[in-house]
């Protein structure tokens, strides 16, 4: 070959591969994933593939679940059909919004219920022999699944899959038996806890924050991100009854961050992620089998605030803008009634509340800065500051132990929790289920004789330790246990829990 046609040949080659077209993520789409996911991406055998329903998958995350599938799922991996430029670009395809903005309407609502067992027609009795009021349910993230565990025992007593990505944890009815469970593509779930069967499902949304439970045990409430509604639906069947998009005064729209069952004053309260309001919706209004309007009352804030603790009664909202401002706000009066010295950014949902001093105290971790801060409920004064491994997500405690337990899971120091005397206010011990693994998340017994814990990894495990020696007592493999619910601590408003 001369130099001539040497060179030649070799420009035509790179002059293919400078115009060589890049992947068509649309198209790949449609060939390989529309079938389980949707022409539009909301959702059809397999979960919605939105911006908004994998906000939480790291980028690495879903492009290995591109590429090997899911295990224990009908997730097939792609690594053998497509090139490693295919799934990058399918990956960044799916991050991106689609062409056309995803409606979620009444009728796709009603259309979308599935009955999976006729009310009426299961046991009035658990069928099982343990205390059903202190079962655990643990939400196990990896494969998406629950297991309901024995809290006597401290065993699992029954294992079932779940919708993908549940959020906001399970909610309760007041009896225990049922259990309502939110995904984060908007499926609804109901499931008898005594019977160990899902009853009934409706999708409310496309992207769902969470929901509530009436304490008279009649309704439902979902709160939406996409879209910016408030759905309704009866307790017993999960069928639709009301749905609100959610506007202020002005029309301006808003996503609900989180929707709360206030049972004191019979009431749903609505925390706004885009408004400065929250909004009151009474439950116990009109007649019986009546669904209740979807009328709030609406209170005014200085600022937006969508993170919530309430006091034991609900009268008093402490609220935490982003930013980290803070204000307590009088629910009867419909105004704010003090500051809150806060710094950094609490995670005021996820507080506590004990006995100190003759006063009742609320403990917030910090999603930002490696402190608890403790507040005196009667003066709203910051009354103490503790000193932690870094910013933690949860607070635990229990009305039977002395102690609270927090982690410092958004810190270097994830796998460690600390133990805190609530009347010294002083760390006194610690524990690390597995150096170097993400260990959070404390649940009690029902006695507050045991305390569970997180290994919140794929090959994690559910420790539990002796709430009084801080001695681990036993260790269960599970696949990303992110939470676990003891019946009887949330159905009794525990103060040492979330509601």
Not at 209 to 232: E, F, I, K
Not at 363 to 389: C, F, H, Y
Request: overall charge positive; proline content about 6%.
């Amino acid at each position: 070959m001369t130099l001539r046609l040497l060179l030649a040949c070799c420009s035509l080659a790179v002059a293919t591969l400078a115009t060589a077209a890049p992947p068509d993520a649309p198209a790949l789409y449609r060939q390989q994933c529309a079938s389980c996911h949707g022409t539009d991406r909301l959702g059809a055998m397999g979960p919605a593939l939105l911006p908004q329903s994998l906000e939480r998958l790291k980028p690495a995350e879903l492009l290995a679940t591109i590429r090997d599938g899911r295990p224990a799922t009908q997730m097939a991996g792609f690594a053998a059909t497509l090139s490693a430029a295919d799934i990058d670009a399918l990956a960044t395809f799916l991050r991106s919004d689609p062409p056309s903005p995803p409606h979620w309407r009444d009728s796709d609502i009603r259309a979308s219920r599935i009955v999976h067992v006729r009310p009426g027609s299961l046991p009035d009795r658990p069928q099982f022999r343990a205390d059903p009021a202190n079962l655990f349910l643990v939400v196990e993230a990896g494969s998406h699944h629950v297991t309901v565990l024995d809290g006597d025992t401290l065993e699992p007593i029954h294992r079932f899959q779940s919708r993908f990505a549940l959020h906001g944890g399970p909610k309760y009815s007041r009896d225990g038996r049922y259990v309502y469970f939110a995904s984060r593509d908007g499926w609804i779930s109901k499931y008898d806890l005594w019977n160990l069967k899902t009853v009934a499902e409706i999708r409310a949304g496309l992207n769902t924050r969470n929901l509530a439970v009436s304490d008279d045990g009649r309704w439902v409430l979902v709160g939406n991100y996409l879209p910016n509604t408030l759905v309704l639906l009866d307790a017993r069947t999960l069928e639709l009854r009301r749905s609100l998009t959610v506007r202020g005064t002005d029309g301006a729209p808003s996503r609900v961050s989180a929707v709360y069952d206030a049972a004191p004053r019979g009431s749903f309260i609505v925390a706004l992620k885009d408004l400065a309001e929250v909004w009151e919706i009474p439950y116990r209004n009109g007649r019986a089998g009546t669904a209740p309007q979807l009328a709030p009352r609406r209170i005014a804030f200085d600022d937006v605030l969508d993170d919530f603790f309430f006091d034991q009664s609900y009268r008093h909202i402490l609220g935490a803008s982003r930013s980290g401002r803070g204000q307590v706000i009088d629910l009867d009066a419909g105004r704010k009634v003090a500051d809150l010295a806060l710094s950094g950014m609490p995670h005021l949902g996820s507080g506590i509340t004990w006995q100190r001093d003759g006063h009742d105290v609320m403990a917030s971790p910090n999603l930002k800065d490696g402190r608890i801060s403790v507040i005196d409920m009667q003066n709203w004064q910051t009354v103490g500051e503790i000193a932690t491994n870094g910013p933690g997500f949860f607070i635990r405690s229990h009305e039977r132990t002395p102690y609270a337990w927090t982690d410092a899971m958004m810190s270097p120091r994830r796998d460690t929790l600390q133990i805190i005397d609530k009347q010294s206010l002083a760390v006194v011990g610690s524990v690390t289920p597995s150096p170097g693994r993400t260990a959070a998340h404390v649940e009690f017994t029902r006695d507050g004789k045991y305390a569970l814990v997180s290994v919140m990894e794929r090959d994690g495990a559910l420790v539990v330790y002796d709430a009084a020696t801080f001695r681990e007592i036993k260790r269960l493999p599970m696949d990303k246990p992110i939470g676990k619910y003891n019946v009887f601590n949330k159905t009794t408003r525990s103060s040492g829990t979330s509601h």
